[in-house]
């Protein structure tokens, strides 16, 4: 049982706790988890807790459905857990947390290259 | 048509005795301070559902049938247990049979349509475009309760607001699963489809179902249920709620809108004097201005004056009512001479 255990207890050379997404699902199906785990372990491996959920298909309703257990996640960012990009923007997103900005800069070039091609002739003057 | 009865239903009076019970809570919180105002305002503020009084009255009206209560409810099939008991143990039985029967009869509370919700949290115009989706996001904190949950919309055009109650119904059903409860409302409760069901008589599982699926307050069930008890009314199946917790908010629903004459009728045909004068008492109370309410308080009436009295001034059936004054009366002076 000792050589069992010593797979299960991993010790780490530095590392921190981190807020991201675990993705799971099967094939064209994908389902996200908002995981709280160790910055070495894998992306789909052992977690300290689930936060939540993101299902990226739309629903029937045309909605994308997700849920965060905010308390826990208050708990976790208290004992300083860093967050993974993708967590920062759907925090943002849903209002816990301010915008982030390169969703703002992403809106913005978005804008900007859809503009573009309609006006070709303009596309120098706007820079 | 038959999944109706086998929707665990068994287990579905246990869950909604607790939760009417919470709901009762809830609703008895809230009502503290209605109340207060209303004692404020005079006691001539108009009676509501939760009111001892008025609950006393439609409990006697619903009667005590044993056999109907705990009629068999399609669970899976096991031999009968027999047991053999003397006279005092099988009064025993009959005692708490009787008091499970009273929590099983509890009323469902009647409340007043909810307001819909719309309000606005923040609103980000530059995010318009860039998703061609909306995101729902819900709080999934164990210990807040449901009616404070937090669920937000961020709509495509970058405007952050709280759902709408049909979306945090919806998320709360995902979320935290209600037995007997679907995410999507089951089509059964549209009203054209409502229709086929009445002609079958099973008025009381299509209530059972839809206490199950919606809350008290949403427009769905108080719209269920008054299609329901207007379809009753219309042809006069009064019999089919007695003695169910349904017949509570269907005398409440009629006595308010002063369609109470065939149910009258219904009960003196039926030798149920006492609750016809309860009836005619809970609509004094309710219609205090009314003429036979003020000679009933004058002569201090009671039983089957009562009901001549409000029968004259009242009623729209009076032939009727009459009638079956008098059918009842030979029918009793049969019985005294035989």
Not at chain 1, 44 to 49: A, I, S, V
Not at chain 2, 151 to 167: D, P, Q, S, Y
Not at chain 2, 180 to 208: S, T
Request: hydrophobic fraction near 40%; include cysteine; aromatic fraction near 8%.
């Amino acid at each position: 049982t000792l050589l069992a255990g010593s797979r299960l207890l991993k010790g780490y050379r530095g590392g921190h706790v981190v807020i991201r997404f675990a993705l799971g699902g099967c094939t064209n199906r994908p389902f996200f988890r908002i995981v709280a785990a160790h910055s070495k372990r894998a992306r789909d491996g052992k977690y300290l807790e689930q936060l939540g959920c993101l299902d990226p298909l739309p629903n029937v309703y045309g909605e994308k459905v997700a849920g965060l257990n905010l308390e826990r996640l208050r708990y976790w960012l208290g004992c300083g857990a860093q967050l993974s990009r993708p967590a920062e923007k759907l925090l943002g997103l849903a209002g816990f947390l301010p915008l982030h900005p390169m969703t703002v800069t992403g809106a913005e070039r978005l804008r900007r290259r859809r503009a573009a091609p309609s006006a070709p002739s303009m596309g120098p003057e706007k820079g | 048509m038959a999944a109706l009865g086998a929707c665990g239903s068994a287990a579905v009076p246990a869950r909604l005795c607790r939760v009417a019970r919470v709901l009762w809570g809830w609703r008895a919180r809230r009502g503290l301070g209605q109340d207060a105002r209303a004692m404020g305002e005079g006691r001539t503020a108009k009676p509501s559902f939760t009111d001892e009084a008025v609950q006393n009255l439609l409990y006697k009206m619903t009667g005590l049938n044993l056999q109907k209560v705990f009629r068999p409810v399609k669970m899976e099939l096991k031999p009968p247990k027999y047991k053999l008991m003397t006279e005092a143990q099988l009064e025993e039985a009959t005692r708490k049979a009787i008091e499970e029967a009273k929590e099983k009869l509890a009323m469902p509370p009647v409340l007043t349509e909810r307001e819909p919700i719309d309000d606005v949290l923040a609103e980000d115009k530059f995010l318009e475009g860039t998703e061609s989706t909306k995101y729902v996001f819900t709080d999934l904190t164990y210990s807040v309760p449901h009616r404070e949950r937090f669920i937000v919309v961020r709509e495509t055009n970058g405007v952050l607001r709280k759902a709408t109650w049909e979306e945090r119904d919806r998320m709360i059903q995902i979320f935290f699963p209600k037995e007997g409860r679907r995410v999507i409302p089951p089509v059964l409760f549209k009203d054209e489809n409502l229709m086929a069901v009445f002609q079958q008589d099973r008025h009381e599982d299509v209530l059972n179902r839809c206490i199950a699926q919606f809350e008290p307050d949403s427009p769905d069930y108080i719209r269920v249920h008054h299609r329901t008890y207007d379809d009753i009314e219309k042809h006069s199946k009064y019999d089919l709620l007695r003695s169910t917790r349904h017949f509570g908010g269907m005398v409440w629903y009629l006595v308010n809108r002063k369609q109470a004459d065939g149910l009258l009728i219904d009960m003196i045909q039926r030798d149920l004097l006492d609750d016809a004068s309860s009836l005619i008492t809970l609509y004094h109370m309710l219609h205090p201005e009314c003429p036979s309410a003020k000679e009933a308080k004058e002569g201090n009436l009671q039983g089957v004056d009562l009901i001549k009295v409000f029968a004259k001034t009242e009623s729209k059936k009076e032939g009727y009512i009459q009638l079956a004054l008098q059918a009842y009366e030979e029918a009793m002076a049969a019985s005294r001479a035989s």
